[in-house]
């Protein structure tokens, strides 16, 4: 039986170059997302309740379902923590991760894979307006990952996301560089903890070799990230915070991520060394 390809012939070299793919419009907002951010809106309604904040919102919106969510914040920062460990939760959610697309999408774009869910390796992302504590700097995907080195991250906004709300930065073809090693007691970043606060090594003549772009993106889109793509979160400098949710897929059939059982990375609680010690720059 040939089942129905989701991706061109030309999308697949776009992404071989790229190490990046955007697929617009590709998620139902009806069925897929609209479901994850009404239960988001739930969410932050029993937040307001609990701590009998102040707070009046609208009925629910796709367009704003994080309504009140900046206010919450301002009455408490650790109420936004709550809801940020609630939301990954959401069953909704969790059917988005294991949508059979994102195997299928995975198998065109690596031919022979078995694809994986990268445990604890899916959640959905708040970046606040002018928080630096939780941007990711410059980085690849696989050191805080790890799994397989050719596992693909999709990633996907909740919000129209703008210019000023700092969408995430890429490099494309930086793939081709392979695993790059990194500083692991970065004192560079003493506010950024796991892999938040790994270093790569020659980054500024790394991030001098290739383009960078920041495309602006909406609910429904998908973007496809290599591994091994650098890229970085932008600023938010905004009045709303920028809700994605990322989800990670990895390869059962790469050689690398069997030699060490397919095993995660710092969230996972791993030490990162111990598994690629030459990738450890000190
Ligand atoms: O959304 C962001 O700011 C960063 C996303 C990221 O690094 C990822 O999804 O792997
Ligand atoms: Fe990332």
Redesign the pocket.
């Known amino acids: 039986m040939n089942q129905a390809k989701l991706l061109t012939e030309k999308q697949i070299s776009e992404f071989n170059r790229d190490g990046l793919l955007i697929l617009r419009n590709f998620y139902d907002l009806e069925q897929d997302i609209k479901p994850i951010q009404k239960m988001v809106y739930e969410i932050i309604g029993f937040i307001i309740s609990k701590y009998d904040l102040p707070i009046i919102r609208p009925e629910f919106n796709p367009e704003s379902f994080d309504a009140g969510f900046q206010q919450i914040l301002a009455a408490n920062r650790t109420y936004g923590a709550e809801i940020y460990d609630a939301v990954k939760q959401i069953p909704a959610f969790i059917r988005l991760v294991a949508k059979p697309e994102h195997e299928q999408l995975f198998r065109e774009l690596r031919t022979g894979a078995l694809p994986g869910i990268a445990a604890g390796g899916y959640g959905v992302?708040i970046?606040n307006p002018n928080e630096d504590k939780f941007?990711?700097s410059w980085?690849q995907?696989y050191p805080a990952q790890l799994r397989s080195l050719d596992g693909l991250?999709y990633?996907s906004p909740l919000v129209c996301v703008t210019e000023d709300m700092?969408p995430?930065e890429f490099c494309p073809g930086s793939q081709v560089e392979g695993p790059i090693p990194v500083f692991t007691q970065s004192n560079k970043k003493p506010e950024k903890t796991g892999a938040y606060s790994l270093t790569l090594k020659n980054e500024k003549d790394l991030l001098k070799k290739y383009q960078h772009i920041k495309p602006l993106t909406n609910p429904g889109d998908l973007v496809i990230?290599d591994f091994l793509v650098l890229?970085?979160?932008?600023h938010n400098t905004s009045q709303r915070s920028?809700w994605?949710m990322?989800l990670?897929y990895f390869n059962f059939a790469e050689p690398t991520g069997q030699s060490y059982g397919w095993q995660g990375s710092y969230a996972a609680g791993i030490n990162f060394r111990e598994i690629h010690p030459e990738l450890c720059a000190d």
């Open positions: 992302r970046d941007r990711a980085h995907e991250v990633w700092g995430v990230i890229h970085a979160s932008g920028r994605s990322q990670r």
